[in-house]
């Protein structure tokens, strides 16, 4: 009951936000967006595209990988009549306050909230506000859906765009990766006008474009032995089973298998895990895929998590307008571009993995955190896939991992924080972390409590490093650590 009334309130701000944008429109004003560079940010900046696109607006997006004095100049130069923030902004409302209160500013946004603001140019759409989690249960691009679907309700047919972007965020956290709250709705919309299934299947990744031996030997959540990093073994593996590996010429992927064929599968490899030992994970196989079902089969966009990465890789490799001309529905050159951009994406994650792996002072073990060294080798926009991937492998699960690398030309280095379920559990909020500890010296940082970031000057790296890890321990010892945020 509690709930439906906090997703009300905040459906009723969405109006607000629409009522916003609309006018300015209406009086043919100029509109400068602003988003985040991760999937979920591309994916945000694309359905805002859209709904720009349909009201005919004067607009134009770009991709940043935080709010700094950057946008500032930028706002600045271009005097835009309003500035829509994407997956971003709520982390900032002190800067925004400060450096530009004469804007009108339109925030759709889910992290954390730092700051308050009373200026009414500033209007904020932020599920913390009314006590709905943003970690878990709406992403940045579905603030945005919900902002496009109040100012028109054809808006809807971007529902799939915003749980590509939830999916990013990795919010598929509920019972057999499922959604919740306002991620639900969502999910309803898009299976309601058609383009959306919902399907129960083994959850690996690479269901529409990946051979299914391949599938299995890529996949490392969960790890299977024997099979993970082994290709020629999880080839024998399907072909004793006598699923037929090819359609033609082409290789078939799990989207490709018939039921029975599917289901010969399955118990496979639940025996398969229950031989070694791994009876808990059998069930952990099996959960919601989300089909995009106007896409075409066998590509990357036809699978919600498949598309996710590829939006996350057109960001993270400097070319976020192929990700947003996807999303907006761009489905020629643009597609055929973005795939070789994910595959020059993996080949610099795996440069990166094997990178850290080589020499112990690179990945080092605090009391409680671990830290990576990326300095000048890992390129800061990689840095939280990198360490999101690591902190899977961890021996000590309740240490959350942090990571750095150099932006040499603003002097400063840019940390990713990671944390496990385990430390999660035990009280550790990494938002709150990163802020307080860059704030202490002299930079800026926060976020989600699992996922969260900050920034310092170079010379401060170690002063920040210490009390971050400082500030951990007391967490896990259930200490205030002073100016947390309520969420
Ligand atoms: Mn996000």
Same mark, same amino acid.
Not at 39 to 66: E, N, P, S, T, Y
Not at 148 to 168: F, Q, S
Not at 466 to 486: F, P
């Given at each position: 009951?509690?709930?439906?009334?906090?997703?009300?309130?905040?459906?009723?701000?969405?109006?607000?936000?629409?009522?916003?944008?609309?006018?300015?429109?209406?009086?043919?004003?100029?509109?400068?967006?602003?988003?985040?560079?991760?999937?979920?940010?591309?994916?945000?900046?694309?359905?805002?595209?859209?709904?720009?696109?349909?009201?005919?607006?004067?607009?134009?997006?770009?991709?940043?990988?935080?709010?700094?004095?950057?946008?500032?100049?930028?706002?600045?130069?271009?005097?835009?009549?309003?500035?829509?923030?994407?997956?971003?902004?709520?982390?900032?409302?002190?800067?925004?306050?400060?450096?530009?209160?004469?804007?009108?500013?339109?925030?759709?946004?889910?992290?954390?909230?730092?700051?308050?603001?009373?200026?009414?140019?500033?209007?904020?759409?932020?599920?913390?506000?009314?006590?709905?989690?943003?970690?878990?249960?709406?992403?940045?691009?579905?603030?945005?859906?919900?902002?496009?679907?109040?100012?028109?309700?054809?808006?809807?047919?971007?529902?799939?765009?915003?749980?590509?972007?939830?999916?990013?965020?990795?919010?598929?956290?509920?019972?057999?990766?499922?959604?919740?709250?306002?991620?639900?709705?969502?999910?309803?919309?898009?299976?309601?006008?058609?383009?959306?299934?919902?399907?129960?299947?083994?959850?690996?990744?690479?269901?529409?474009?990946?051979?299914?031996?391949?599938?299995?030997?890529?996949?490392?959540?969960?790890?299977?032995?024997?099979?993970?990093?082994? !290709?020629?073994?999880?080839? =024998?593996?399907?072909?004793? /089973?006598?699923?037929?590996?090819?359609?033609?010429? *082409? +290789? &078939?992927? @799990?989207?490709?298998?018939?039921?029975?064929?599917?289901?010969?599968?399955?118990?496979?490899?639940?025996?398969?895990?229950?031989?070694?030992?791994?009876?808990?994970?059998?069930?952990?196989?099996?959960?919601?895929?989300?089909?995009?079902?106007?896409?075409?089969?066998?590509?990357?966009?036809?699978?919600?998590?498949?598309?996710?990465?590829?939006?996350?890789?057109?960001?993270?490799?400097?070319?976020?307008?192929?990700?947003?001309?996807?999303?907006?529905?761009?489905?020629?050159?643009?597609?055929?571009?973005?795939?070789?951009?994910? !595959?020059?994406?993996?080949? =610099?994650?795996?440069?990166? /993995?094997?990178?850290?792996?080589?020499?112990?002072? *690179? +990945? &080092?073990? @605090?009391?409680?955190?671990?830290?990576?060294?990326?300095?000048?080798?890992?390129?800061?926009?990689?840095?939280?896939?990198?360490?999101?991937?690591?902190?899977?492998?961890?021996?000590?699960?309740?240490?959350?991992?942090?990571?750095?690398?150099?932006?040499?030309?603003?002097?400063?280095?840019?940390?990713?924080?990671?944390?496990?379920?385990?430390?999660?559990?035990?009280?550790?909020?990494?938002?709150?972390?990163?802020?307080?500890?860059?704030?202490?010296?002299?930079?800026?940082?926060?976020?989600?409590?699992?996922?969260?970031?900050?920034?310092?000057?170079?010379?401060?790296?170690?002063?920040?490093?210490?009390?971050?890890?400082?500030?951990?321990?007391?967490?896990?010892?259930?200490?205030?650590?002073?100016?947390?945020?309520?969420?």
């Amino acid at each position: 009951m509690l709930q439906q009334t906090a997703i009300d309130k905040f459906l009723v701000k969405s109006e607000e936000a629409a009522k916003v944008i609309i006018e300015t429109v209406q009086k043919d004003g100029n509109i400068s967006v602003f988003s985040h560079l991760d999937a979920d940010g591309v994916a945000a900046a694309g359905v805002i595209g859209k709904m720009l696109v349909r009201l005919d607006a004067r607009f134009r997006i770009r991709v940043m990988q935080w709010v700094d004095d950057k946008i500032v100049e930028a706002i600045k130069a271009d005097k835009p009549e309003l500035v829509i923030m994407t997956d971003f902004g709520s982390g900032y409302l002190d800067l925004l306050n400060e450096k530009i209160p004469d804007y009108n500013v339109v925030i759709l946004d889910h992290h954390q909230i730092t700051g308050t603001t009373n200026n009414p140019r500033i209007v904020q759409l932020n599920p913390h506000l009314y006590g709905i989690d943003g970690a878990t249960e709406v992403s940045g691009s579905g603030v945005a859906y919900f902002a496009a679907k109040a100012v028109n309700a054809e808006n809807v047919d971007l529902a799939p765009i915003a749980l590509v972007g939830a999916l990013g965020d990795m919010q598929d956290k509920y019972e057999q990766r499922s959604f919740h709250s306002l991620n639900e709705i969502i999910v309803n919309d898009a299976v309601a006008v058609g383009l959306l299934k919902v399907e129960k299947d083994l959850t690996f990744f690479g269901r529409e474009t990946r051979p299914i031996h391949k599938m299995l030997a890529t996949t490392t959540n969960p790890f299977i032995p024997g099979l993970s990093g082994q !290709e020629t073994d999880a080839l =024998n593996f399907v072909a004793n /089973l006598d699923i037929p590996l090819k359609e033609g010429d *082409r +290789l &078939r992927a @799990l989207c490709d298998l018939k039921d029975d064929e599917r289901k010969k599968l399955c118990t496979a490899l639940a025996d398969y895990l229950l031989s070694k030992g791994l009876h808990l994970e059998v069930e952990n196989l099996i959960g919601n895929v989300y089909v995009l079902t106007k896409e075409e089969p066998n590509t990357a966009l036809r699978d919600g998590r498949e598309f996710a990465v590829l939006l996350n890789s057109t960001g993270r490799m400097d070319k976020p307008s192929l990700g947003i001309a996807i999303c907006m529905g761009d489905r020629k050159c643009a597609l055929e571009e973005a795939n070789k951009i994910l !595959e020059g994406y993996r080949k =610099n994650i795996n440069k990166y /993995l094997g990178w850290v792996m080589e020499k112990p002072e *690179r +990945l &080092r073990e @605090l009391n409680h955190i671990y830290v990576i060294y990326g300095e000048n080798f890992i390129n800061e926009k990689i840095i939280g896939t990198v360490s999101s991937i690591l902190v899977s492998g961890l021996t000590n699960n309740e240490k959350p991992l942090l990571a750095f690398a150099n932006i040499e030309q603003e002097q400063a280095a840019k940390f990713s924080g990671r944390t496990t379920e385990a430390a999660l559990r035990k009280g550790v909020n990494l938002g709150d972390v990163m802020r307080i500890a860059s704030e202490t010296h002299g930079g800026k940082g926060g976020g989600h409590n699992i996922a969260a970031g900050a920034q310092v000057s170079l010379d401060k790296i170690e002063d920040f490093i210490k009390t971050a890890d400082e500030l951990v321990g007391k967490q896990l010892k259930g200490e205030k650590i002073g100016n947390e945020n309520s969420n």
